[in-house]
């Protein structure tokens, strides 16, 4: 029974999947944004637009499937219509050319629970494109140019370690404004919390046994 505390620690990392978020800092309008990730392994970035929109680029040396999906958290009965624009950086010549657009209304974002963070989403249509090798760009932007949003690249899943993500927890819950009770809500901490209490209820258990089988016997 004294391991019980130890197979508690050691099945934490099951409940966490890769999430890390970055939250996007911009010094200047229209700065560009790089963004470090694999194809097969989501990147996040949380933003938010203050009067201009925000570009981010990925760069590959191979082809491979652009991916992107907003998430801005279910605070009103309508969504902030945030629109994306990918691009392509012209390899001679400079210049850009148009890859996709964009443009999400409100009967477009569909209402999504996240068990990880705890929070309720609105979710925009996957942008997904297969593209050559070179750079891209996309750009997020609503009318105003002001909202909050978090916005994933790439598609697939990974672990970066339970601890790691239950930073990025907190970090999105502090970046939307949450207090840091919210984190009660979150998979990462209320599925740990609830095999720490029936590891400890077996310990108990276990540990008075014999008293309990006695009581049982006197009755």
Request: net charge neutral; hydrophobic share 40%.
């Amino acid at each position: 029974m004294k391991y019980l505390p130890l197979l508690a620690v050691v099945l934490l990392p099951a409940f966490a999947l890769a999430f890390s978020p970055t939250i996007t800092e911009i010094d200047q309008p229209y700065e560009i944004v790089t963004v470090d990730f694999e194809p097969t392994t989501p990147a996040f970035y949380l933003g938010e637009l203050q009067n201009y929109p925000v570009m981010y680029e990925v760069t590959s040396e191979q082809a491979f499937t652009l991916s992107a999906v907003l998430l801005q958290p279910k605070s009103g009965a309508q969504p902030i219509d945030f629109s994306m624009i990918a691009i392509r950086k012209n390899d001679r010549g400079g210049g850009v050319s148009e890859v996709a657009r964009q443009r999400f209304d409100s009967a477009a974002w569909t209402t999504q629970k996240d068990a990880q963070t705890g929070l309720t989403f609105w979710r925009s249509p996957a942008f997904s494109n297969e593209v050559g090798a070179g750079t891209y760009r996309i750009e997020i932007s609503t009318p105003k140019n002001t909202g909050k949003y978090l916005l994933q690249f790439g598609e697939g899943e990974d672990s970066d370690g339970y601890f790691a993500s239950l930073s990025g927890v907190r970090r999105t819950h502090q970046f939307f404004g949450f207090s840091v009770v919210k984190m009660l809500t979150s998979s990462l901490v209320y599925y740990p919390l609830g095999i720490l209490f029936l590891l400890f209820i077996i310990e108990r258990t276990w540990r008075y046994r014999k008293l309990i089988l006695k009581s049982s016997g006197n009755k």
